[in-house]
């Protein structure tokens, strides 16, 4: 994802934009804290530290940043900001229609 996706500047404004990016050695303690067996491990985690989507495998662009989007609606739905999950559903659904996480933010 080095060499495809995360250079991506869709997904680059996606992530400074939305979200604190954290990368870490796969064979480090927060890797083992978080249960990392394969790589690429994308790990949504709220302000508290929560888990809430996890991605393994590789994910071109055009489908990492709606799946990132998804998990950012995961977590304000899991702690209760309903309003603003709904916000980020829709945004996967107009913006992102025909990637894989769109039947998932139908939900």
């Not at 055009?62 to 609606?73: M, R, T, Y």
Request: aromatic letters at 8%; a negative charge; charged letters at 20%.
């Amino acid at each position: 994802m080095g060499a495809v996706s995360y250079p991506n500047s869709n997904v680059i404004d996606f992530v400074t934009s939305r979200m604190i990016p954290l990368q870490v050695p796969a064979d480090g303690q927060v890797a083992k804290d978080f249960r990392v067996g394969w790589t690429p491990t994308i790990v949504v985690l709220d302000l508290y530290g929560k888990e809430h989507q996890r991605t393994i495998g590789f994910l071109p662009p055009e489908e990492l940043v709606p799946s990132l989007l998804l998990g950012l609606g995961k977590a304000d739905f899991d702690n209760g900001d309903y309003n603003d999950a709904i916000l980020r559903f829709n945004e996967v659904l107009s913006s992102h229609r025909n990637s894989g996480a769109a039947p998932e933010a139908c939900t």
